[in-house]
């Protein structure tokens, strides 16, 4: 069974904000990027919860039959970024998000309105 990539982008949506993840956006890349359909991207204010976030999305990604195509970052826990294919997520230390702001990179991206 195959995750469709919008119930994949609310999963980790969801996932990250169990975590309490802060200011999580989801930007709609449709017609913009060919690398997704979706970024997330979100912070936690320590290593210790940005390596918490990442863990809950990837392991309800996997229980749902997503494949994990890339995870890099566990290590340094400041920016990790999460490769599920349709949707990439990024989740930041607070302090790189402000440097990084790839918000502004991404611009032209709706910003997914909660439902």
Known sequence: ???QP???M???VDAAEDKKAMDVTALNLRGISLIADYFVICHGNSETQVQAIATEIKKRSEERGARIRGLEGMDTARWVLVD???VVVHVFHR???EYYNIER???DAKVVERV
């Open 84 to 86: 599920l294919g349709d």
């Open 6 to 8: 919008d119930e994949l």
């Open 1 to 3: 069974m195959t995750i």
């Open 95 to 97: 302090d790189e998000r």
């Open 105 to 107: 990179l991404w611009s």
């Open 10 to 12: 609310q999963l980790v």
